[in-house]
């Protein structure tokens, strides 16, 4: 298990689909979010699946995972 911090918009779908997710920061209409998930693809594409509506804050290893995820996406194209 791990923590990940994202900020997004619409923090009730995080919130749904994460059940271990806290708010902990709310400033305007940007939610900061914190949850412990297990580490693997299904997260990774959950994520990625939310669009520019999510941004990973932290850990590194996840940013870094999830561009190179987009890097090989535009590989096919």
Do not use: H
């Not at 919130?15 to 949850?35: C, F, H, Q, S, W």
């Not at 669009?51 to 535009?74: A, Q, R, T």
């Amino acid at each position: 298990m791990w923590c990940f911090t994202a900020f997004t918009v619409f923090e009730l779908v995080i919130l749904d689909r994460l059940p271990t997710a806290k708010i902990i920061e709310k400033n305007g209409n940007v939610t900061t979010v914190e949850a412990e998930v297990n580490y693997g693809r299904g997260i990774i594409m959950y994520l990625m699946s939310q669009g520019s509506w999510v941004k990973v804050l932290e850990p590194d290893y996840l940013i870094d995972d999830i561009k190179e995820e987009y890097e090989m996406i535009m590989c096919n194209y």
